[in-house]
């Protein structure tokens, strides 16, 4: 990597492991700041070095408590602004509210643009997150978006396994997920299957019927979160009961709401590969959940960024 002299990269509180890994890897100290809160609730960030003239990035993501991350990186934003950063980039390695990207009934709110919004008219120059909910995302914004994918590091990760060809099939938990499916598919060389689901109510699913064979082949479920696991969970048991030998899933963001880890450690899957674009408290790091780091991704998107270099090339 090329000097990274003029860089400066800061972190928010939500995910400070991450982000000093990112920095390591940029051979970089993380910028000093300091965080706090008044008694109220009031949050008050203070930058402890100059930044002046400086490419800065601030690693957030807006995960649990979200509107707590989010006003955090928006006060962080306004204070590199007013401290004359050259440039302010932030790294959102999980982007919340990116599942409200659309109105799908009257009176709704689009509140992924909403978010959009607020980080431009703050004073961001340039977004970098993974793995979006739905792609279009990228258009709320009116600058710059790095969108990085974590399934290369999943498909190098079951190659590892010896998870390729035509004793596996890759598994889309929902018809919105087939192009994730098919892209993991190219890359281990095998078929894939769909499971057609029916979603009562948020964050509950049921098991309608099933399209592709699945039956003696090890079993690999996508998807970009897992949220409350059902999905995943009554996915993993429908195709096992329909003989599929194991069941594994992986996915970028493990939110991991209650009772996520209670189902996951539950159910059939012998293995939940994750990415730590959010950071999990040590109660959710079971033994069943494998954690790979995205960041070599986020590293080299960074290098790429300042030295004007194609960024899509690390989708490889």
């Known amino acids: 990597m090329k000097s990274f002299s003029n860089v400066k990269i800061f972190a928010g509180n939500s995910n400070l492991e991450l982000a000093k890994k990112i920095a390591d890897r940029c ?10 809160r008044f008694k109220d609730g009031e949050i008050y960030i203070e930058i402890e070095e100059t930044v002046r003239g400086r490419d800065v990035f601030v690693v957030q993501s807006t995960s649990e408590p979200v509107n707590e991350n989010i006003m955090e990186l928006l006060i962080f934003v306004d204070a590199l602004k007013r401290a004359s950063a050259k440039t302010i980039n932030v790294i959102i390695p999980y982007y919340g509210y990116a599942r409200q990207d659309r109105k799908s009934k009257p009176r709704e709110p689009i509140t ?5 919004n607020l980080l431009t008219k703050a004073g961001v120059n340039r977004v970098v997150t993974m793995d979006l909910h739905a792609d279009q995302i990228q258009g709320f914004f009116d600058i710059p978006v790095d969108h990085m994918q974590a399934l290369p590091l999943m498909a190098k990760y079951f190659k590892g396994k010896g998870f390729y060809g035509d004793k596996v099939v890759v598994v889309s938990p929902d018809i919105g997920g087939v192009k994730r499916a098919r892209k993991l598919a190219e ?7 769909i499971i057609d689901k029916r979603r009562p109510k948020p964050n509950m699913s049921e098991v309608m019927n099933l399209i592709g064979e699945v039956e003696g082949k090890i079993a690999i479920f996508i998807d970009d979160m897992i949220d409350t696991a059902g999905t995943i969970t009554n996915g993993a048991d429908a195709i096992l009961a329909r003989g599929a030998i194991e069941a594994y899933a992986c996915c970028s963001h493990a939110v991991f709401s209650d009772p996520a880890v209670e189902r996951l450690q539950k159910s059939g899957l012998k293995e939940i590969v994750v990415t730590d674009s959010i950071c999990l408290p040590e109660y959710k790091r079971i033994d069943k959940v494998k954690i790979i780091s995205a960041n070599t991704i986020l590293a080299d998107a960074i290098d790429r960024i300042i030295n004007n270099k194609s960024v899509s090339e690390l989708f490889e």
């Open 27 to 36: 051979g970089l100290e993380l910028g000093k700041s300091e965080i706090l």
């Open 112 to 116: 992924s643009k909403l978010v959009a």
């Open 187 to 193: 890359k281990l060389d095998c078929k894939i299957a």
